[in-house]
């Protein structure tokens, strides 16, 4: 009992001399935390802004399904509507997405038509200048077809540092893409 008492005694003295470590060092936590904070901020706004990413490429792809499905059974020229065009489709998918902003303006469709699965095939629609534009091809649209529907949008990068492991940049932008390959029904 008196050994721990005379533990207690020695270092309440050692803190009236000034021989305590916490007071001494309460300076260098401040700096420690100038330091570390910047990058714990980076960290921390990296995984907002790549959780933000995930949600618009999971919005893109449902609502490729969605319009993907619509072309498929054939609800895009049936009840007399009129001929579906590239801007029509844009804002079908559009219309299903709520993340993406200035969806209209940006997203880009490619849709081709094969007539056997061997056939398919999809490239990337940049143009000489490293611009991304559309192909559309009408006879996608006809019965007993099949569609390859791919749709591109380029997300904007919000961190200033460059990212490598992020490696479909376009203009500084990050190319969402969601893609849709099906066969139309015989509508």
Known sequence: YSHGLRTFLVRRLQCRNGFDRGRASSGA????????????????????????????NIELRNAIDVTGRKIRTGQFVAGGQPTPNLASIRNEICNNIGVLSDCRAELRIELRGFENYA?????????????????????????????????YYPW???????????????????LLQATALFKNEPF
């Open 156 to 174: 904007p990068l919000l961190n200033v540092i460059p990212n490598p492991s992020l490696a479909d940049k376009i203009g500084g932008h990050q």
């Open 29 to 56: 936590a401040i700096i420690e935390f100038t330091l570390a904070l910047p990058v714990l901020l980076f960290l921390m706004f990296s995984v907002i802004e790549v959780g933000w990413m995930f949600l618009g």
């Open 119 to 151: 056939w398919v095939s999809s490239s990337y629609p940049i143009d000489n200048e490293g611009n991304l534009g559309d192909i559309f091809i009408p006879d996608a649209l006809e019965a007993n077809r099949i569609v390859l529907l791919t749709a």
